[in-house]
């Protein structure tokens, strides 16, 4: 195996251990992102979803040093609109200073917007990755990379089904306040003290002997 193709297997372990662990959605989003970001070269990044009403995209969370807090209104031309709406990856190279790209990164230089969903029956987004002047533009490997992360990132999430949508989930088990203890003559071990979980239909369950 070479080594771009191990390095990619090692960051989907990450993003696959990371989400798994995660005791909340929103905590899923962060930990995931930051690991795609680490790995794939670029400055930032900003999770963006978009309105199905009244075409506004709005970022749902970034890793930037700047405050990105703020609703966009889509146009015809600029790449976040175009990879929102038609669902396939768009980039920017040599980004001009009145651009709108600029207007949540003042330093960006290059985009890449990956197609990216957090809930596949929701509105659609993308994630930006960003690269600012001091480092350049994105290279087509460097794009693919941004893409193949992503979509990975995007099958994690909607797989996780504890975190993910679980409240419209069928509850097929639920369990309260389950206890166990074993007995060796005036000794008595607790080992279950009175946990609470739920299975949901299409879950496995693991039994180790």
Same mark, same amino acid.
């Given at each position: 195996?070479?080594?771009?193709?191990?390095?990619?297997?090692?960051?989907?372990?990450?993003?696959?251990?990371?989400?798994?662990?995660?005791?909340?959605?929103?905590?899923?989003?962060?930990?995931?992102?930051?690991?795609?970001?680490?790995?794939?070269?670029?400055?930032?990044?900003?999770?963006?979803?978009?309105?199905?009403e009244d075409n506004v995209v709005s970022p749902y969370y970034w890793i930037c040093p700047f405050?990105?807090?703020?609703?966009?209104?889509?146009?015809?031309?600029?790449? /976040?609109?175009?990879?929102?709406?038609?669902?396939?990856?768009?980039?920017? =190279? +040599? $980004? @001009? #200073?009145?651009?709108i790209l600029r207007a949540s990164v003042k330093d960006a230089k290059s985009v890449v917007c990956?197609?990216?969903?957090?809930?596949?029956?929701?509105?659609?987004?993308?994630?930006?990755?960003?690269?600012?002047?001091?480092?350049?533009?994105?290279?087509?490997?460097?794009?693919?990379?941004?893409?193949?992360?992503?979509?990975?990132?995007?099958?994690?999430?909607?797989?996780?089904?504890? /975190?993910?949508?679980?409240?419209?989930?069928?509850?097929?088990?639920?369990? =309260? +306040? $389950? @206890? #166990?203890?074993?007995?060796?003559?005036?000794?008595?071990?607790?080992?279950?003290?009175?946990?609470?979980?739920?299975?949901?239909?299409?879950?496995?369950?693991?039994?180790?002997?």
């Amino acid at each position: 195996m070479d080594k771009k193709n191990l390095y990619l297997y090692k960051t989907i372990g990450e993003i696959h251990s990371t989400i798994s662990i995660s005791k909340t959605f929103d905590e899923a989003i962060k930990n995931g992102l930051k690991h795609i970001l680490d790995n794939c070269l670029a400055d930032y990044a900003i999770i963006w979803i978009k309105s199905k009403e009244d075409n506004v995209v709005s970022p749902y969370y970034w890793i930037c040093p700047f405050d990105c807090a703020n609703d966009f209104k889509l146009t015809k031309d600029d790449v /976040i609109s175009k990879c929102c709406i038609e669902r396939k990856t768009t980039s920017e =190279n +040599d $980004i @001009k #200073k009145d651009s709108i790209l600029r207007a949540s990164v003042k330093d960006a230089k290059s985009v890449v917007c990956v197609p990216f969903s957090t809930d596949p029956k929701a509105n659609f987004g993308c994630i930006e990755f960003i690269k600012t002047d001091k480092s350049g533009n994105f290279s087509p490997d460097e794009i693919n990379v941004c893409e193949i992360l992503t979509m990975l990132f995007e099958l994690e999430i909607h797989e996780s089904a504890p /975190i993910n949508d679980s409240s419209r989930k069928e509850v097929i088990i639920t369990c =309260n +306040d $389950i @206890k #166990k203890s074993f007995r060796n003559g005036e000794l008595v071990t607790n080992v279950l003290k009175g946990i609470n979980f739920k299975v949901y239909k299409g879950e496995f369950l693991f039994h180790e002997a």
